[in-house]
Nanobody
Framework: QVQLVESGGGLVQTGGSLRLSCAAS????????MAWFRQTPGKEREWVAV????????DYADSVRGRFTISRDNTKSTLFLQLSSLKPEDTAVYFC???????????????WGQGTQVTVSS
C-alpha cells in the first residue's frame, strides 16, 4: 500500500486553471502507474487521466483531453494534474490513485488519496 495525499484544489472561475498535486509515500512511487479520478455527489467515480510508471504513456477521458495534463516526478514521488480551460462541469472531488495497471478502471487501483475539491464557478 501507498499513502497518497492530494492538494491544490479550490474555487476558480470558468476558463481558469488549477494544478493538483498528489504526494506519495510508503512504497516505491516509480514502480506504479498513477491516475486521477473525479466524483460528484450521487455519481460514480469517473476516470480522468492515467500515466504509466515512467511517464512515457498517458491517456485522457474525452471530456478533458486537450484541457488537462497529467505528469509525474518520480524523484519527488509526486503526481500532478494541470487543469486548464475549466468548465462548471469539471466541479468534483478529484482523487489520485496508484496501481499495477495502465487502466481506466477503479478496480485496477489499490491505493487512493482522500480527494481534493475543485469548484468551477460560472
Amino acid at each position: 500500500q501507498v499513502q497518497l495525499v492530494e492538494s491544490g484544489g479550490g474555487l476558480v472561475q470558468t476558463g481558469g486553471s488549477l494544478r493538483l498535486s498528489c504526494a506519495a509515500s510508503g512504497r516505491t512511487f516509480g514502480n506504479y502507474n498513477m491516475a486521477w479520478f473525479r466524483q460528484t455527489p450521487g455519481k460514480e467515480r469517473e476516470w480522468v487521466a492515467v500515466i504509466s510508471w515512467d511517464g512515457s504513456s498517458t491517456d485522457y477521458a474525452d471530456s478533458v483531453r486537450g484541457r488537462f495534463t497529467i505528469s509525474r516526478d518520480n524523484t519527488k514521488s509526486t503526481l500532478f494534474l494541470q487543469l486548464s480551460s475549466l468548465k462548471p462541469e469539471d466541479t468534483a472531488v478529484y482523487f489520485c490513485a496508484s496501481g499495477n495497471y495502465f487502466s481506466q478502471l477503479v478496480a485496477d487501483f489499490d491505493s487512493w488519496g482522500q480527494g481534493t475539491q475543485v469548484t468551477v464557478s460560472s
